[in-house]
């Protein structure tokens, strides 16, 4: 079985002091540095571009996992590898050309994934089951941390699970994404997730050690 993985959204971390957030996350056992990209028009929200990743790269080995809340993701996939992305995640909403969109970010050397909003069906990824490498599973209408885990989604992290080892696609992790904390956590990996996206649960804690082991104990006993 995938192991479970944490990756705090550097979305709820202090942004003066950015990189003193990532290295104590990753001291505290993060696994991947979650890094939230919202351009205003996918999401009525704007957040961080290219040179953050840029920034942040040299603090840590952890991966940076980019997910591009924006529209046509295809003009900036090449910056954000550039940046030093390793795996970059476009939301099937957001491109006409879902296909191609990751072929180019393995062009690019990168790892893909495809993102779904909470009302966007599973048939989604169909067709693209060759080129994923991730599963990011909205659990949350994406644009803000710090809102609440939407429960029907349990049924799609189930649905989606089964779809992809129906397709031999065993080793393709879902990441899930908004409202993560040790109960809801539990809740997803039960039903199949693997990777637990948390950004105000571990940046708000008052031990964060103590939330990143819980989240990623959340289903163990
Ligand atoms: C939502 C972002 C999430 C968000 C998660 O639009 O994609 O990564 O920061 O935040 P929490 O864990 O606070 O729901
Ligand atoms: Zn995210």
């Known amino acids: 079985p995938l192991p479970v ?6 979305l709820s971390a202090d942004f ?23 351009d205003g028009r996918f999401v009525p929200n704007i957040t961080m571009g290219p040179v953050v990743v840029e920034g942040i790269r040299p603090v840590t080995d952890r991966p940076l996992d980019v997910h591009l809340m924006i529209v046509e993701p295809e003009r900036y996939l090449e910056d954000f590898a550039r940046a030093g992305a390793e795996r970059i995640s476009v939301h099937a909403e ?27 069906p599973v048939s989604a990824i169909y067709h693209v089951a060759e080129n994923l490498d991730l599963v990011l ?5 994406p644009g803000f941390g710090g809102q609440s885990f939407i429960r029907p989604m349990l049924t799609k ?40 996206v ?16 819980q989240i990623r104990q959340a289903a163990s006993h």
């Open 5 to 10: 993985l944490i990756a705090p959204s550097i």
């Open 16 to 38: 003066g002091h950015l990189a003193d957030d990532v290295r104590d996350v990753v001291n505290r056992g993060a696994d991947w540095i979650h890094v939230d990209v919202m």
């Open 94 to 120: 957001a491109t006409p050309h879902l296909h191609r969109a990751l072929e180019m970010i393995h062009g690019l050397g990168k790892l893909a994934g495809v993102a779904l909003n909470p009302s966007t």
């Open 137 to 141: 599973l909205m659990t949350v209408n």
């Open 157 to 196: 992290i189930r649905e989606t699970r089964d779809w992809l080892d129906r397709q031999g696609l065993t080793h393709v992790p879902i990441e899930v994404d908004g409202g993560i904390n040790p109960e809801t956590a539990k809740w997803a990996i039960e039903s199949g997730a693997t990777v637990m």
């Open 198 to 213: 948390a950004g105000s649960a571990i940046f708000r804690a008052p031990d964060r050690t103590l939330m990143i082991q």
